[in-house]
């Protein structure tokens, strides 16, 4: 459940952040354009689009079919790289705070033995970091869609399905997107030029490389739940 | 034809007609061959008619083949989803009323329901209702896509209610800039004609000279070169489709949040029907009916009855409907298309869908040469001969089934006389034998056999499917039965409104995946 309310120091005094990042239940993690590089190091990275504009997202894919986290495994995450849309989750810019804040009050990001938000009714030095990483997450958010926008462009954008096989039985997962290969191999040169220095045809191979994780997600699957999967394999049609 | 083309190089065509049916035409032989040149030649000074507002399914792929973007679509042309249309008053004259979906129903020609549904397979739910989800998504005014959705696709089959005159605008534009249309606004004069008959060249107001392999009229009713050079006539329907005027209003939303209604409301009237369109920013209303059951000033009162408040200050205008189609839609290297090929009242929304069937039929295969030329007209004329024929039989079937008595209009529809030879043959069928793919065996088939169903059961058309079914058929049938009836819940759980997806489309635009 998400309750998101404006940041105030007299109702938020004893709250405290967990020093282990919440995130249990995220299915993926949004991903600004300069957390690639580090988060295709774990995670499947690929695109979905949001739900009330319709628009393309880069995300880190955390889950199979269940709406739960593999990667936090007993209260903590086992990734080399936490993306900046999980460590900052428990919070949300807002307008209608003067400190320029909200809290998800139910999240799983507060506990008791972690750090107060306010000391003597200041925010605290963690607190008072927590605005300027929003920022400049929802701009590298931006940086990423404006990518995303120059390869729907091109064309290059093509739905995709991991395949979940048990025995004779298969899951789809669907609403995930990732870039054509063969569009990305017949590129006229002066696209495949301008999308290099953009810095985006690097970006490509790496999210289309990061698909090889689909199987380090099934590993975390079947680590833990009673209802293995024999076989992960991700689908262009 | 000259002596250039033989080899089928540098093929001219020239449409004469700057309306939706011009327009369509143009754009989409030239998106289809880049080698041929397409010249538009527009008259300065009779404007289009502009009244087709309702279309079908196949405009998503009429967009798609031009390259027009959906979202561009909508925005532009002030256009609106729609997902079939609901016909009220039609068999009793009351309260009573249909739907016709655009989905098919549920596992199409696997299983046949209408022998189940006849047979109360479908409890009480009205035949639309049992067999599919779509008459639901109308009940809510859900929409039949998400925001999610790719451009052209959606949960439910969809077509679109549209702005005519903004649509040739952006067809227009499109045309112009994208497509390399030549755009000539000039009064055509004479006409210049070979030995063999073919058009040659037109002869325009400025004194130019317009060349040409292949002439396409979308002149409008007038039709200036498959009545005006060929002199080939109208064949008159008005015996089997009574409607012969139309009153037209552009009719306000109460508020600018009022919801949009997601298909076609077609209310009977004592001598026709009254149209009710949806589009973003307002309503389209109109009421076409016979002029011989009922004076001018009669149906504008029941149209300004129907709209209520919001017509007062509204200036209906007014249309002529001449029922009927040309006796030849494609002579020498002319061919007809929209209303200079005929036109129909508008009851399911066959004119632009028509327009689409033949411009498919011209740019899939370009005829280059003079003999392949004389080959695809005989083909092109014996395909819209049916295509006419089977679309008065449809309508006309609309009118047929009615049990209405309350007045002239509806007792003449009924008469023997009135009913064509076909349509009487097949209902004699369908009296004992669900419509099927076996009665409609023309590739493409413009109304197939879902479509009557849901006239015949919408309209309560007696049958004894019940007594020739094998009910070991029916534990299919009621599984089928009941998917429809979970695709219901699914769909009213995912699906937006009508107006707040159209919102979201013009603020965000559609994925093309």
Redesign the interface.
């Known amino acids: 459940m998400s309750a998101v309310v404006p940041l105030s120091v007299q109702r938020h005094a004893g709250l405290r952040l967990s020093p282990r990042p919440g995130g249990g239940a995220m299915r993926y993690a949004l991903l600004g354009l300069s957390e690639l590089p580090l988060a295709v190091a774990d995670f499947p990275v690929c695109l979905a689009?949001?739900?009330?504009?319709?628009?393309?997202d880069l995300i880190a894919l955390l889950s199979l079919t269940e709406p739960r986290n593999l990667f936090r495994i007993e209260g903590h995450w086992q990734s080399t790289y936490l993306p900046e849309g999980a460590r900052l989750a428990p919070f949300r810019l807002s307008a209608h705070s003067d400190l320029g804040l909200a809290v998800d009050e139910a999240g799983d990001g507060w506990a008791t033995d972690g750090e107060p938000l306010f000391a003597e009714g200041r925010p605290s030095p963690a607190l008072a970091a927590v605005r300027p990483a929003l920022e400049a997450l929802v701009a590298d958010v931006d940086a990423a869609r404006a990518m995303i926008a120059r390869f729907?462009a091109l064309?290059l954008?093509?739905?995709m399905t991991v395949v979940l096989g048990r025995g004779d039985g298969e899951e789809a997962l669907e609403?995930l997107?990732t870039l054509d290969p063969e569009g990305l191999a017949t590129l006229a040169d002066a696209d495949v030029l301008d999308l290099y220095r953009c810095g985006f045809l690097s970006a490509a191979s790496l999210m289309s490389a990061s698909l090889a994780q689909v199987e380090r997600l099934r590993q975390l699957h079947n680590a833990t739940s009673s209802v293995p999967f024999d076989r992960a394999e991700v689908d262009l049609p | 034809m000259t002596e250039g083309v033989e080899d089928g190089r540098g093929f001219r065509v020239v449409v004469v007609g700057g309306g939706s049916a011009g327009w369509i035409a143009a754009c989409r032989i030239a998106a289809a061959h880049e080698d041929a040149s397409v010249t538009l030649i527009e008259s300065p000074t009779t404007p289009p008619i502009g009244v087709g507002e309702g279309t079908w399914p196949t405009m998503r792929n009429t967009l798609a083949r031009i390259g027009i973007a959906e979202a561009d679509f909508i925005r532009e042309a002030d256009a609106a989803l729609k997902q079939g249309a609901r016909f009220v008053g039609w068999t009793h004259g009351g309260e009573d009323a249909y739907y016709h979906p655009l989905n098919p129903p549920i596992g199409a020609g696997e299983v046949d329901l209408a022998s189940r549904w006849v047979d109360g397979g479908g409890g009480n739910t009205s035949f639309a209702d049992c067999v599919d989800f779509q008459a639901s998504l109308c009940d809510a005014g859900l929409a039949p896509k998400k925001i999610t959705s790719p451009q052209f696709s959606g949960i439910a089959n969809y077509a679109y209610h549209l702005d005519a005159g903004k649509f040739a605008e952006l067809l227009r534009r499109h045309g112009t800039e994208r497509l390399g249309v030549r755009h000539i606004r000039q009064d055509v004069t004479t006409v210049d004609q070979a030995e063999n008959g073919d058009i040659t060249a037109l002869h325009l107001a400025d004194g130019s000279l317009q060349a040409g392999d292949l002439f396409v009229d979308c002149s409008g009713f007038k039709g200036l070169l498959i009545g005006g050079v060929y002199g080939v006539g109208l064949r008159d329907r008005s015996d089997v489709l009574f409607a012969d005027r139309a009153l037209a209003l552009q009719v306000p939303y109460d508020t600018p949040d009022a919801p949009i209604t997601c298909h076609t409301v077609s209310t009977a009237q004592s001598a026709g029907w009254i149209w009710d369109i949806g589009l973003w920013s307002r309503r389209g209303i109109g009421h076409v009916y016979s002029s011989a059951h009922i004076s001018d000033d009669e149906a504008e009162r029941q149209l300004r009855a129907y709209v209520g408040p919001q017509a007062e200050g509204l200036t209906a205008r007014r249309l002529t409907i001449n029922a009927g189609q040309r006796r030849i839609f494609w002579q020498n290297n002319c061919v007809a298309v929209g209303l200079s090929a005929g036109f129909l009242e508008p009851l399911e929304a066959s004119s632009l869908m028509l327009v689409e069937v033949a411009v498919d039929a011209i740019a899939d295969r370009l005829p280059r040469t003079p003999a392949a030329m004389r080959v695809a007209a005989r083909q092109f004329n014996a395909a819209f001969d049916h295509h006419w024929e089977r679309v008065v039989e449809f309508l006309k079937l609309h009118y047929v089934l009615t049990r209405r008595t309350d007045s002239d209009f509806w007792r003449d529809n009924v008469a023997a006389t009135s009913v064509p030879d076909g349509l009487a043959d097949r209902l004699e069928l369908w009296r004992a034998h669900p419509p099927g793919p076996a009665d409609f065996p023309h590739a493409p088939e413009v109304f197939g056999w879902p479509s009557y169903q849901y006239v015949l059961h919408g309209m309560d058309f007696e049958t004894r499917y019940a007594e020739f079914a094998p009910p070991a058929r029916h534990a299919k049938a009621d599984r089928l039965i009941a998917r429809a009836a979970g695709m219901k819940a699914e769909a009213a759980r995912a699906l937006p409104r009508h107006r707040e997806l159209l919102r979201a489309i013009r603020d965000h635009g559609l994925q093309a995946v």
Request: aromatic share 14%; proline share 0%.
């Open positions: 689009k949001d739900g009330q504009t319709g628009r393309f729907a064309d954008i093509r739905a609403g997107y």
